[in-house]
């Protein structure tokens, strides 16, 4: 295994632990490569998700320590499960059996050396859809290039360009700096490229979720967007914000600044102010969601099924394995 591992320098947290030694990291997990979940996944943007879904896989763990996280119980609470580089080569095979458009790595900066392994195997075992990088952009373009030569398509977020919010709502105040090198890092290493049915097989989406309360931020990764990635990117703007784990104020210190707490969806002024935007900077190559407050689509990752079936179907499960499906 890579020895970034000991001490661990794998992402800007720089936490050097000694995660070959059995240690855990700033992330949470040791050298071991641990997965949640795998599922033929049909909520992703249309040129990933295709006619058949995306396969994305759920690493457990995570560098950053989002607030809002939909996704607390894998990235903050420990579940999931380890599996050797083999097993996991042979998953990425199974949802390409499941006839998925792409194998979508979940969240997967503090693995990137055995995720690099693993689709190694695969690939030399006949995975041969493209394989997405979903992650948050917090992550150093050293880490990038260990996955560089197996990796077809960037997915990465761009939360906000504000030191302050990153502080506050991300753990992470440098998280604006890192982000935006590592997106560059992305833009010069695919460009966009589709195949005859439109779907990416190269190129970089870069996601960005809209928070209530501050649209200031929004503006600036908008403007950063069109100044910086229009031509080069597609972008996605997603208005899914939800409140989750009880955030509501009375959750948070008397101190903590009024408005923006985070307790409510993003409203209708605030989705037309976002819209407009969209004009303002003439931004037309990329997808933005439609304004439906709900909850339904929240994943919860102790069940089999962690998503809706509407949106998901589950090939495998930190608990039961392959389950309903014949196993390979």
């Known amino acids: ?44 943007e249309p040129p990933i998700t295709g006619s058949g879904g995306s396969g994305t896989i759920f690493i457990s763990g995570c560098n950053l320590g989002c607030r809002f996280c939909q996704n607390h119980q894998i990235s903050q609470e420990g579940m999931g499960k ?25 969240t997967g900066s503090h693995a990137a050396p055995a995720l690099a392994i693993g689709i190694q195997q695969a690939r030399s075992l006949g995975l041969s859809i493209p394989v997405l990088w979903n992650s948050s952009a917090y992550e150093l373009p050293a880490t990038l290039s260990l996955m560089e030569s197996v990796l077809d398509v960037y997915l990465p977020d761009l939360k ?4 302050a919010l990153g502080d506050r709502f991300f753990n992470a105040p440098d998280y604006p700096e890192h982000a935006e090198k590592a997106i560059l890092w992305m833009l010069e290493k695919r460009r966009l490229r589709f195949n005859a049915t439109q779907r990416l097989v190269s190129g970089v989406i870069i996601r960005h979720l809209v928070l209530p309360d501050y649209l200031e931020s929004t503006k600036g990764v908008l403007q950063w967007f069109a100044e910086k990635a229009q031509g080069r990117a597609l972008i996605s703007v997603m208005m ?13 210190p008397p101190e903590s600044p009024s408005p923006g707490r985070l307790d409510r969806y993003v409203n209708t002024q605030e989705y037309e102010q976002v819209l407009a935007w969209l004009d303002t900077f003439a931004i037309t190559e990329g997808f933005y969601q ?21 949106l998901s179907r589950s090939v495998w499960h930190w608990k039961e394995g392959y389950g309903a499906i014949a196993d390979p």
């Not at 936490?15 to 949640?36: M, P, Q, V």
């Not at 996991?88 to 194998?103: G, S, T, W």
């Not at 906000?160 to 030191?163: E, N, Q, R, Y």
């Not at 994943?299 to 089999?304: E, H, K, N, Q, T």
Request: a negative charge; aromatic letters at 6%; one cysteine or more.
């Open 1 to 44: 295994m890579h020895t970034k591992y000991t001490p661990c320098t794998l992402c800007p947290r720089n936490c050097g632990a000694d995660r070959l030694g059995g240690k855990t990291g700033y992330c949470g997990e040791t050298a071991a490569l641990r997965i949640a979940a795998a599922s033929i996944h049909r909520g992703e």
């Open 240 to 252: 899914q914000y939800t409140p989750v784990r009880g955030d509501t104020p009375e959750k948070h």
């Open 82 to 106: 380890t599996l050797t580089l083999e097993a996991f080569a042979r998953l990425c095979l199974v949802l390409q059996q499941q006839e998925a458009e792409n194998i979508n790595l979940v």
């Open 160 to 163: 906000t360009l504000d030191p």
């Open 290 to 310: 439609e304004l439906v407050p709900d909850t339904g689509w929240l994943p919860d990752f102790s069940r089999v099924q962690p998503f809706s079936s509407e």
